[in-house]
């Protein structure tokens, strides 16, 4: 079994961008609940996963997804656990015959001290 049920221990939202129609709304769009799914996810272990966007230290946290097979899921798409938002970097890669699903995923975050 490529897929072990018990190791779908985490429900996570697919979303999908939903752009906004307004004349003014140029890059206001918002997202959209595509289904609710059990998943496993594994958090790649720390590296140095920190760099500079636009002078801004920002830190990537990766993760790999796995899931049951489902159509439909594009790299477009992104994945939320509560507050955790994990936008898709690679995949879906097709584990088995149509058995389940892989992604690699990155949570972003301001690295360093917060306050």
Excluded at 9 to 24: C, G, H, Q, S, Y
Excluded at 26 to 39: H, M, N, P, Q, Y
């Amino acid at each position: 079994m490529i897929v072990d049920p018990g190791s779908l221990n985490r429900r996570l939202r697919i979303e999908k961008p939903v752009a906004d129609t307004e004349f003014d709304g140029a890059g206001s769009g918002s997202w959209e609940l595509v289904a609710d799914v059990w998943a496993s996810v594994q958090d790649v272990l720390p590296s140095r996963a920190e760099n500079l966007a636009d002078g801004m230290n920002v830190s990537a946290r990766p993760a790999r997804v796995r899931m049951h097979h489902r159509t439909g899921i594009t790299a477009a798409m992104r994945f939320v656990e509560g507050e955790r938002i994990m936008q898709i970097i690679s995949g879906p890669a097709e584990l088995g015959f149509r058995e389940g699903l892989e992604f690699m995923v990155e949570e972003y975050s301001a690295a360093g001290n917060g306050a």
